[in-house]
């Protein structure tokens, strides 16, 4: 079954696809080399500050990698906040006090509010913060304060790698990530970064002058994002500042991040619309309604194609129980004229040109980030797009009736 | 004012757009080639037909040396190759209008030939006449379609069918819609007996010899 509707929806999807994945190509490639990092003049105090809540298990680690990084010892601290563990971890984290490492502990409210407390504890110019499962590289600081020599620049972001992926699904994350790495590089390069996600660096005059991460919304690095873009200042990203993370190990856990960063983007883009306005540049004209578009369009096409597949479903197996499921003698019957209808079919050739810029921007992405080939990335393509699909839906549909998705 | 890159949404919408026409050019000029193909088809079911003609002259008197089925099977794999111009051109395309007007004329030729087989040479052979519409009753139509396709693979030494599409309108195809009385589609004259609408597999299994 086959209608004019079908045409409509596949072609302009292969358009759009084609298209998104030939712009973030083509900037990069005009861009990337002038993006690299800049030159440092001077050296900014960094407080790396840690949120913790049951982290007893990563706790030292993850104080021992910060206090490890590059960088001039007098010029960083580390503060670590405890919020209220039900574990160990401030026993723990106690252990590691001493001259750079300050340790406190508060009463439990979520992750933003231990942020807060920790940047009015801090003395530092540049707040990084740190999740308790994600570790700095080596030069991750060194790499990275050159951006904030320009005064434009309120934050930076360091590439986010995966700490020794080992399943499937960590493996098709880590695939992910490269890839988003240099999309959210083309943000930069385009001025229209708008997260601030974990590891990020950021300049403490702005939160002085503008508030604390916010505490209502469940995904406070992406307003705080929203809202540098909102007083027209940048955020840079970066590929050769690295920070490690852990991520979720289980489809439902994955779904699970995935719901609450859709609902986050869905929920900050609400609170900013204002900013849907060419006044703010190409964020405002190209990527936020991009992103809006793409949310939308992706969950029909989901919902369309899964009814669809449930029609010609019924309908073959319809026409099979007419012959009482006796399928063999039908074996291969379709095969020949199958492969000829699908080789003089344009879509193919959409669809592989399509396929093809996708993985030359994981390739690029890949050799700028210093990331190990994964032939994984097949199985990448055909099954992870789904599971995000069907996150971005569920976000929708929570997003739509006004209630929160649990957590 | 903040920065507004138009003419790199532009560039990179020409280059799409661009990509497009490519792509849709040479698809295009894959189908030319199977156009080439068409001219081939098309010619294929020319000769055959003549040669069916011819055959059958010859073959009036030495009848019982022919292979049936490898006739069949041969106008089976011209019947696909149609199948795919159809698809591929569409059903409004002259070529494919004509080719299915000859196809039909073939499986005529050749019905007949099986008939005069059977009388003359006392074989056991099933033949099933099947009118199918892609306009009414179409679905009704495909699942009568699923199940002779079914039958055919599962009884290759037993069993011949010609489908037509009840639409046309040849000379001959009328007079014979004509002797069986067939009014609408699905049909299926089973053995010279005229049956209509949907038939189950078990009912025309029944009906074989």
């Known amino acids: 079954m086959t209608t004019i509707f079908d045409d409509v929806i596949i072609y302009t999807t292969l358009f759009f696809s084609l298209f998104s994945t030939l712009f973030f190509m083509l900037i990069f490639i005009e861009n990337g080399k002038a993006a690299k990092k800049p030159k440092v003049k001077k050296y900014p105090k960094i407080s790396i500050i840690i949120p913790a809540y049951n982290e007893s298990k990563n706790i030292i680690k993850t104080i021992k990698s910060a206090l490890n990084v590059d960088y001039s010892k007098n010029k960083l601290e580390v503060i670590v906040v405890d919020d209220h563990s039900k574990d160990d971890t401030f026993i723990q984290a106690k252990k590691m006090q001493g001259k750079s490492v300050k340790v406190f502990t508060k009463n439990h409210g979520g992750k933003a509010r231990a942020v807060n407390f920790g940047i009015k504890k801090s003395t530092g110019e540049i707040i990084m913060v740190l999740d308790a499962d994600t570790f700095p590289d080596k030069k991750c600081l060194k790499n990275i304060v050159g951006y904030f020599e320009n005064p434009e620049i309120m934050a930076a972001l360091p590439a986010i790698k995966i700490w020794k992926p080992k399943n499937l699904i960590e493996k098709c994350q880590a695939m992910e990530y490269t890839t988003m790495a240099l999309i959210k590089k083309v943000f930069f390069i385009m001025g229209s970064m708008n997260c601030a996600p974990a590891g990020a660096f950021i300049r403490k005059s702005f939160i002085k002058k503008y508030g604390d991460f916010a505490t209502n919304t469940l995904t406070e690095d992406f307003e705080m994002g929203m809202r540098v873009q909102s007083k027209n200042f940048q955020i840079a990203q970066s590929l050769d500042s690295v920070v490690y993370t852990v991520v979720p190990d289980k489809i439902k856990k994955l779904v699970r991040q995935r719901v609450r960063w859709s609902y986050g983007s869905l929920e900050n883009i609400a609170k900013y619309k204002y900013m849907l306005n060419p006044k703010y540049g190409d964020l405002g004209l190209f990527f936020l309604p991009i992103t809006l578009f793409g949310i939308g369009f992706v969950s029909f096409l989901f919902i369309y194609f899964i009814v669809k597949s449930i029609y010609n479903l019924i309908q073959i197996i319809h026409l099979n129980s007419l012959i009482n499921f006796d399928i063999f003698p039908l074996i291969d019957f379709d095969g020949k004229i199958t492969l000829t209808n699908l080789i003089t079919n344009e879509r193919t050739f959409f669809i592989l040109f399509t396929s093809l810029t996708a993985l030359i921007i994981y390739e690029i992405g890949r050799r700028n980030t210093k990331e190990k080939f994964r032939i994984e990335y097949i199985g990448y393509f055909l099954i992870y797009s789904w599971i995000m699909s069907l996150s971005q839906i569920i976000a929708l549909v929570h997003f739509l009736a006004g209630r929160k998705p649990k957590w | ?209």
């Open chain 2, 1 to 209: 004012m903040r920065k507004i890159s138009f003419n790199k949404y532009f560039s990179v919408f020409l280059m799409t757009f661009l990509i497009f026409v490519i792509g849709i050019l040479l698809s295009q000029n894959i189908s030319s080639k199977s156009s080439k193909e068409i001219l081939k088809t098309q010619k294929e079911v020319k000769n055959y037909l003549l040669s069916l003609n011819l055959q059958s002259e010859i073959a009036s008197e030495y009848i019982c040396r022919v292979d049936v089925f490898d006739l069949t099977k041969e106008k089976v794999n011209l019947g696909q190759q149609i199948d795919v111009l159809e698809k591929n051109l569409g059903k409004e395309n002259e070529i494919v209008k004509e080719l299915k007007q000859d196809y039909s004329l073939l499986s005529i030729r050749q019905w007949l030939l099986v008939k005069q087989f059977k009388e003359k040479c006392n074989k056991n052979i099933n033949v099933i006449l099947f009118f199918y519409s892609n306009e009414i009753n179409a679905s009704e139509s495909e699942s009568q379609g699923f199940v002779l396709d079914y039958l055919y693979e599962k009884y290759p030494d037993g069993l011949v069918i010609y489908a037509f599409d009840v639409e046309e309108n040849t000379p001959a195809l009328n007079t014979i819609k004509t002797i069986y009385e067939v009014k609408k589609a699905p049909s299926l004259v089973v053995n010279e007996r005229l049956f209509t609408g949907f038939q189950s597999k078990e009912k025309i299994e029944e009906l074989l010899i």
